[in-house]
């Protein structure tokens, strides 16, 4: 009677483990913080300060139909809040700005201490 070693087979199991869990990632790299309550701050428009940034695919950031890179951005958004207690930045983006350009920017808002970032949605053409 023959008999079935089973100990290659559990090697071969324990040396796939391994590698998998050494090539798996399991930092959480780029992750950004969002809160998505449905609460609502009941402040009026002249209360609040609304900075409408639409970024752009070269690298470029449009407001007020004025240019920025990303330090001028940064200049402009200090300086527009300055002097207000309350505002909100509407971050939107352009048609063939790709996900990892506007994430970079609400990245580069968020590491420089400037809060209130806001998800602009641009409405299609039909829905007008």
């Excluded at 930092?27 to 009026?44: P, T, V």
């Excluded at 063939?96 to 580069?108: A, F, G, I, K």
Aim: charged residues 30%; negative net charge; without cysteine.
């Amino acid at each position: 009677m023959t008999k079935i070693s089973l100990t290659p087979i559990i090697d071969v199991v324990f040396i796939l483990l391994i590698f998998f869990m050494l090539a798996s990632n399991f930092n959480k790299i780029g992750e950004l913080e969002m809160d998505m309550s449905k609460e609502s701050n009941q402040a009026s428009d002249e209360d609040m300060k609304v900075i409408k940034l639409t970024v752009q695919k070269g690298g470029s950031v449009i407001s007020n139909d004025k240019i920025y890179d990303d330090n001028e951005l940064l200049t402009m958004v200090r300086l527009a809040t300055k002097e207000v207690d309350r505002y909100t930045i509407i971050l939107t983006a352009k048609d063939d700005v790709t996900y990892q350009r506007y994430l970079t920017v609400m990245n580069l808002l968020k590491k420089n201490k400037i809060e209130n970032v806001t998800i602009g949605i641009k409405a299609n053409e039909t829905e007008k």
